[in-house]
């Protein structure tokens, strides 16, 4: 079976690989199927499914109080990967993160995977949750990446948590991390960031997909800083077409990226939704081709909220 590292490695023609959410608890999978009905015809790699912790929500109660409760939004990023597998045939690689889950749950997240046969998955520490100021590691969960790839090397090797577990089997995992052209939030600077970058890559991670990034020139640095610091694995750079006027501002300031003043400029004279949607698919397919041009193989596509803009944006590029 090949992994989808091998998949990267190999590639000779320009391919498409796209992320999507599982749908809200309460939503039907056939959100799921629209995304990959609309987007099946560009023979995506893989597809990506993200994972997602546990939030705080406050429900109105009687007496004018709140009635807090945690809830996972978004749970069944193992049955979604497993239901499009099975579907449409198409490999998939689910997202495995540490923040919100202690180190069982991860275990048996893997195990489950394990028996479907899903031995790709992107390890991630996680978003911190919405009501914190910082990011909080579960209580006996994995702090950082790093610890969730030790956590799956040990699996690899058949070590499980109950380490009284004779000769249990070796899982296949092969991983890949998340990389960031314009630094972690919280990293100090860019150089420290690609320390931790590099302990994942020599822990074996074998691809790095980025964090979205509306400006190629800060790919471009990012992968020949990456490449000096003895990074040497596929970087495979994640686009995402805005579809919204207000993502002008709220892209930047959830996902820690600028927006060049040419785009920028080009959305705030946008009157509609629609015009910024047009103006987003006219850019991120500038973007594609610039990095198909400099010898880019792979493009990975964030479609929540944009799913028919990448469809335009692949119908131009593929
Ligand atoms: P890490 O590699 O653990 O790094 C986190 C920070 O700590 C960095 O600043 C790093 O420099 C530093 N650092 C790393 N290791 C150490 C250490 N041992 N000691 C001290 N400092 C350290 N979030 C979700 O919740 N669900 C998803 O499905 C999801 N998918 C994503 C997919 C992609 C492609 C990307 C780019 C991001 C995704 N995210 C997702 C967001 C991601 O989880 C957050 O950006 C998170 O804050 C960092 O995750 P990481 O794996 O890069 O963390």
């Avoid at 990267?8 to 056939?30: M, V, Y």
């Avoid at 960031?180 to 960031?193: C, G, I, V, W």
């Avoid at 910024?276 to 596509?301: I, P, S």
Wanted: aromatic residues 10%; proline residues 5%; contains cysteine.
């Amino acid at each position: 079976m090949t992994t989808a590292a091998q998949s990267i490695r190999e590639l000779k023609a320009p391919a498409f690989s796209f992320e999507l959410l599982p749908p809200l608890k309460g939503n039907s999978i056939s959100r799921v199927y629209r995304t990959i009905d609309a987007l099946k015809d560009f023979k995506p790699l893989f597809v990506n499914i993200t994972s997602h912790r546990d939030e705080v929500v406050f429900r109105s109660a009687d007496g004018g109080l709140y009635e807090r409760k945690v809830t996972r939004k978004r749970p069944g990023t193992v049955a979604v990967a497993a239901s499009i597998k099975h579907r449409y045939g198409i490999p998939v690689v689910p997202h495995i993160i540490c923040s919100g889950f202690t180190r069982s749950e991860t275990e048996y997240a893997l195990i489950d995977l394990n028996f479907l046969g899903i031995h790709d998955v992107l390890l991630l520490r996680g978003d911190k949750a919405q009501r914190d100021r910082f990011y909080e590691p579960a209580e006996a969960g994995n702090a950082y990446a790093i610890e969730l790839i030790e956590q799956v090397n040990n699996l690899n090797k058949g070590v499980f948590l109950d380490e009284t577990l004779a000769e249990a089997f070796e899982t296949p995992f092969s991983f890949g991390v998340a990389g960031y052209p314009e630094k972690h939030e919280e990293a100090p600077n860019l150089d420290s960031d690609l320390f931790w970058l590099k302990k994942k890559v020599d822990a074996g991670a074998e691809y790095v997909v980025t964090q979205m990034f509306f400006d190629n020139s800060k790919y471009f640095a990012f992968v020949e800083k990456c490449r000096a610091a003895g990074i040497t694995v596929p970087i495979v750079p994640g686009l995402k077409p805005i579809t919204l006027k207000n993502q002008l501002t709220v892209l930047p300031k959830i996902f820690h990226t600028d927006i060049p003043e040419d785009f920028a400029k080009a959305l705030r004279t946008c009157k509609t939704d629609e015009e910024a949607a047009r103006v987003g698919v006219e850019w991120t397919t500038m973007q594609a081709r610039d990095l198909l041009d400099n010898g880019v193989k792979l493009l990975h596509f964030y479609t929540m909220m944009a799913t028919q803009s990448v469809r335009k944006v692949a119908e131009q590029i593929y």
